[in-house]
């Protein structure tokens, strides 16, 4: 695995400490932060591959810096917790989180959890891409049916007629079929709102 930069955040010194030793053993950069502002704080400043947060950390939890720092940069998290609670574990079922570690924490359940963590995340993100990509062919795939409708009600030609005039002047303009659709589309709607005054 490439090295890493990792912000371990815990209150307890020692923990601290351990993170810093066995992930710098590893190859990894190690900040560390002992609070959940703190975290937050590294994340502007670090922008980490990985965090590696306990949940119960005063005032501002782990599992609440951990959001919030994903709200600056998409980052995947590791949770570590000495607690059993149901609550926590519900609220450990977001997205950015791919990995949840009960204390104490083992060198090789650590070392497993940070490369399923960023095995998980690589895969997150392309799920998340093909999703998106996916839900534009289908908006696009809307307006130029509906450009198509148009061309067919204005110049009174069939379905595949109206396909091809359409693909004939996006050839002809050097622009995408979407780009025509979109123009096709816009003027229907100025057409629709001349005929109804």
């Not at 939890?61 to 994903?70: F, I, Y």
């Amino acid at each position: 695995m490439r090295a890493l930069n990792i912000i371990a955040a815990d209150d307890a010194g020692e923990i601290r400490e351990y993170y810093q030793a066995l992930l710098g053993k590893l190859g990894h950069q190690v900040a560390v932060a002992q609070s959940g502002e703190q975290l937050v704080e590294l994340c502007r400043v670090v922008q980490p591959d990985l965090i590696i947060t306990d949940i119960k950390m005063g005032e501002k939890d782990g599992l609440a810096a951990a959001e919030e720092a994903n709200k600056i940069r998409e980052v995947p998290v590791v949770l570590v917790s000495g607690y059993h609670e149901e609550e926590l574990q519900r609220r450990a079922l977001q997205d950015h989180v791919m990995a949840y570690l009960l204390k104490p924490v083992k060198e090789p359940d650590l070392v497993n959890a940070v490369n399923l963590a960023m095995l998980r995340f690589e895969h997150y993100r392309v799920l998340r891409k093909e999703s998106a990509d996916l839900k534009q062919v289908l908006e696009e795939r809307k307006v130029i049916e509906r450009a198509k409708g148009a061309v067919m009600r204005r110049l009174k030609v069939d379905e595949a007629e109206a396909f091809t005039r359409m693909r004939k002047l996006a050839s002809t303009t050097n622009a995408k079929l979407i780009q025509v659709a979109r123009k096709i589309v816009a003027s229907e709607n100025v057409f629709a709102g001349v005929e109804g005054h």
